[in-house]
């Protein structure tokens, strides 16, 4: 596939999230490439709640430089990674327009893939939002290589 | 030594499987007790030992691993003695 260099910014595609925006999109001329929303593992945040003990009142802290308790406090829930994401519906649809190309550069803006963007040294991670993709004549390539960025495992 | 990412398997250059990476408690090597060797930190959840593979050779690794299979592994995707696969 030969990819075309861009003259221009790239187009932007449009993501739709619900059954009445997708066919909207397709009433006005693009065709929804449809795509499920699956959650990522790799994708997570944590918490903790702190509880006073007489009140019974809490804090509620994503980060471990302010999860001691204090004097008359305790640790009523310790770290607990969560997903941090809610979307409405399980599926959602790149608008594609009927001129794209194939080798097309484009600007995906709101990705519907679980894709981590971002990474945060205490273990929280965050979704990759937007992107540049490049059109395959079936899905977009995306854009945006993780082995950029320095992860770990462990195991 | 060369990691599967999607898979999580990790093999000796030379295609031999090393072990499969799980970690049912989705540590970060920064919340792992420390011990006296930096190489190698302590999982306070499940008491396992984690080393750092980038300190082992793939024999070394290897024989870890077949020494005790339970043995934890820390990769990071910058070590220099690692190639990554099946992106």
Redesign the interface.
């Known amino acids: 596939m030969e990819v075309l260099e861009p003259d221009k910014k790239p187009r932007v595609i449009k993501t739709a999230r619900s059954k009445d925006s997708i066919n909207e999109a397709a009433h006005n001329g693009f065709f929804p490439l449809m795509k499920s929303v699956i959650p990522s593992k790799d994708l997570r945040a944590k918490y903790a709640v702190i509880q006073n003990k007489t009140t019974g009142e809490i804090r509620v802290t994503g980060d471990y430089r302010t999860s001691d308790a204090k004097e008359n406090e305790t640790l009523a829930i310790e770290f607990t990674y969560y997903y941090p994401y809610h979307f409405k519906e399980p599926y959602a649809a790149y608008l594609l327009p009927k001129d794209l190309i194939v080798g097309e550069r484009v600007w995906l803006e709101d990705v519907i893939e679980d894709i981590v963007g971002k990474r945060w040294n205490q273990g929280n991670t965050y979704r990759l939002e937007s992107v540049e993709a490049i059109w395959n004549g079936k899905d977009f390539d995306i854009q945006h290589f993780l082995s950029e960025h320095e992860w770990e495992m462990i195991g | 030594m060369i ?1 599967n ?1 999607n898979t ?1 398997e990790l093999f000796t250059d030379n295609g031999d499987l090393i ?5 049912p408690f ?6 792992l007790g420390k011990t006296q060797s930096s190489s190698t930190r302590l999982c306070n959840q499940c008491g396992k030992s ?1 080393h750092d593979s980038k300190h082992f050779s793939d024999a070394e690794l290897s024989q870890l691993i077949r020494e005790n299979p339970e043995t ?7 070590q220099s003695n690692l190639t ?1 696969i099946s ?1």
């Open positions: 990691l990412k999580r072990k499969k990476l799980h970690c989705q540590k970060e090597w920064a919340e984690v934890c592994l820390k990769i990071n995707s910058h990554l992106w």
